[in-house]
């Protein structure tokens, strides 16, 4: 045929145009194939998610209530995802409120709902510029530390501004014993603060740990402060005449152990941070903080069996009104000194990760042009990763190092393999020097 | 026209040929297959196909987060057409035989919940799809974000998704005023005050935006029936259209 001839010298073999096109293409296309693999997931996925819809529309019925009326008493709880808002909205009033040109045109009032306005705006204008602010090339969550410890930051504000959003609410539910709500709005107002600033604390020194920094600077200042904070917050509630309140005093001891309870462990995690290497604290605020979590779960089972449920009213009522220093700072120290202590699986399994299996080490690796496992396939780098081949890919490595030299992402595999026969050595030491 | 005799094949040749001889579709669709297929690209690859995966990621379960909301915003749109045809956009106030206070727009939600056949769950699937488009929304947000993929090339698509995430809030917002109950005047009025806080330009804004300054006349169901059923769906459609396309010819973000 004429024009069979015309398309090979024309459209064949030239740049952009494949050998074989239309659907009579064979050549191999690697990976997960659209159908029917992928596109049954999608399925899957697309009925389920249906699938729960109906569910809910059948059985949970979305709110209608009476029509709408000017004489409006009942507290609006707007949906949840808005909820951010109005707390920003309600938490404004702490601004200092002025009006601007009063009288001319250009009169600008700065009350509560403006300042509600300008704080709804600035998550907002956050997000718009992140891209152009944040220009690192990592991209991994647990590569870039301070991006995920700002994105946690966020998240953990948003559930506190939500919280704020139906003070109300909080108010009225939970009441002490003698009526004072036991959640008061200055502690609430804290909130803003005190929460998300431990979230990120936490998230950065753990992820920095994870890529195998030391975090004793961070760890020592950040739980030792804690704890002098928190044991100034129980000497100011014990020692001052208005601390406690005379109806409390009948329920001193109760409070006492509380107290205790949630304290102690914070004393001994920041004691043995001082002295102790990183196992010792690691293992130490594990137990302190399992002890301290499964004390404080019984405490409050068994309290109101013991001395009465109005015991355990008092005992919260010391406990929530100050639950940002009492609450979450002996929980949020013992877990910090535990992930900033806390060993990662492996050093170079996290920078091996990293590899997108260009095949260059494979390439240069010399073992492979001798051995006669490796030249059946045999990869040393991805098969002793993969602990594969019964550590023949292990032991038959020259750590002569030219695969870390081609590496594009300078992954320094010898480093690995030596890590990791070291560990076999350590391991056969422990077992008194016999063979595995 | 020749036939065949067959009235069966004549039709069916008669029928498309005067409509193909009218509207010439197919040498277009021809030229769009050879365009893909000289660049290479096959419509539809799988994202494993098109970068030769081997490995699966752990964050990649997470990665269907967008696909959700589609999938939401597609059901929104189904249900959302369903109950056009019954929602009655007025929310004057008005007083019954019994005396009570009511409105057009709330008594027509009555209606819908209570007399059309399968008004019901039609309202509680767009009220339950609202719920999961906004929540998949804001988690899409999370999972782009913590795994980096707003940096460069795909500045411009986090910008489409931080308008879009504003958008389908206020879908939503917008949405829940429609009932015209007492949660919509409360948020109403909320929203009628923080426009109103705007410095010079707030009454002219809450004009703009609700109708009025106040509540009392209503009005506000109308302004944002239209906003709901119109304007804010053409913007939307159309950005999720860009939004999609961008992720189609810039690929699906890499954590490498």
């Known amino acids: ?436 | 026209m020749s036939t065949t005799g067959d009235i069966r094949k004549d039709t069916g040749r008669s029928v498309f040929g005067w409509i193909k001889s009218r509207f010439p579709t197919v040498p277009y669709a021809d030229l769009t297959r050879v365009v893909l297929e000289t660049d290479q690209r096959q419509l539809p690859r799988s994202h494993a196909e098109k970068y030769e995966l081997k490995t699966i990621w752990y964050w990649y379960p997470l990665y269907c987060l967008g696909g959700i909301a589609f999938i939401a915003f597609i059901v929104l749109t189904i249900t959302g057409i369903l109950l056009g045809f019954f929602y009655v956009p007025d929310g004057r106030l008005e007083i019954n035989a019994s005396g009570d206070l009511t409105n057009p727009a709330w008594r027509s939600m009555l209606i819908i919940m209570n007399d059309i056949p399968f008004g019901f769950i039609i309202r509680g699937m767009h009220h339950w799809a609202a719920h999961i488009m906004i929540a998949a929304v804001f988690l899409h947000m999370c999972r782009v974000y913590f795994t980096g993929a707003y940096k460069k090339p795909r500045e411009l698509n986090w910008l489409l998704g931080v308008v879009l995430l504003l958008l389908t809030l206020a879908f939503g917002y917008s949405g829940y005023l429609l009932p015209a109950n007492n949660l919509s005047e409360g948020a109403a009025n909320i929203g009628i005050n923080m426009s109103r806080a705007s410095p010079v330009i707030g009454d002219v804004l809450a004009r703009l935006l609700f109708g009025d300054i106040n509540t009392l006349s209503g009005v506000y169901i109308l302004r944002f029936y239209w906003l709901h059923v119109f304007i804010l769906p053409l913007i939307v459609t159309g950005l999720i259209v860009l939004h999609m396309g961008l992720v189609w010819l810039q690929g699906v973000a890499e954590p490498h």
């Open chain 1, 1 to 436: 045929m004429e024009i069979e001839r015309v398309k090979e010298k024309i459209m064949e073999g030239r740049p952009g145009f494949p050998r074989q096109y239309g659907p009579q293409r064979v050549d191999h296309q690697p990976g997960i194939p659209l159908f029917p693999q992928e596109a049954t997931r999608d399925f899957v996925t697309i009925f389920l998610l249906t699938a729960i819809m109906f569910f809910l529309s059948a059985f949970v019925t979305p709110f209608l209530g009476p029509a709408r009326s000017p004489q409006l008493s009942e507290l609006i709880v707007p949906d949840w995802y808005l909820l951010f808002s109005w707390g920003l909205l309600k938490v404004a009033d702490i601004f200092p409120q002025f009006v601007l040109g009063k009288g001319t045109p250009l009169e600008a009032n700065f009350n509560a709902a403006f300042w509600g306005d300008l704080l709804s705006g600035i998550p907002v204008i956050a997000l718009l510029i992140l891209p152009f602010l944040d220009r690192g090339r990592e991209t991994r969550p647990a590569k870039a530390p301070i991006r995920s410890a700002v994105g946690l930051v966020g998240i953990a504000s948003i559930f506190t501004s939500s919280l704020y959003s139906i003070r109300e609410v909080v108010a009225q539910r939970w009441v002490s014993p003698n009526g004072a709500a036991l959640i008061p709005d200055g502690t609430m107002k804290w909130f803003f603060i005190i929460p998300p600033a431990l979230v990120g604390l936490t998230s950065y020194i753990a992820l920095r740990r994870l890529a195998f920094m030391p975090m004793r600077r961070w760890l020592l200042p950040y739980v030792a402060g804690l704890t002098l904070l928190m044991a100034v917050q129980i000497a100011w509630i014990f020692i001052t005449p208005g601390g406690l309140g005379a109806e409390a005093w009948p329920f001193v001891l109760p409070i006492g152990i509380a107290l205790f309870i949630l304290f102690a462990p914070m004393v001994v995690t920041t004691f043995v941070l001082f002295k102790q290497p990183d196992t010792v604290v690691r293992k130490v605020s594990t137990w302190a903080g399992g002890l301290g979590l499964v004390g404080f779960i019984a405490f409050t089972i068994v309290l109101p069996v013991v001395a009465g449920r109005a015991a355990l009213g008092w005992v919260l009522s010391v406990l929530w009104p100050n639950m940002n220093t009492l609450v979450f700072f002996p929980l949020f120290g013992v877990l910090t000194a535990w992930l900033g202590t806390r060993r990662p699986y492996s050093t170079y399994e996290y920078l091996l990760n990293e590899c997108y299996q260009c095949g260059k080490c494979h390439t240069v690796c010399p073992v492979t042009k001798v051995e006669d496992d490796a030249l059946g396939g045999l990869n040393l780098v991805y098969n002793s990763f993969k602990k594969q081949h019964d550590g023949v890919p292990l032991w038959t490595c020259l750590a002569c190092d030219a695969c870390s030299a081609v590496c594009p992402l300078d992954i320094q595999y010898s480093d690995y393999i030596l890590e990791e026969r070291a560990k076999v050595h350590a391991r056969m030491a422990a077992d008194g020097g016999r063979k595995e």
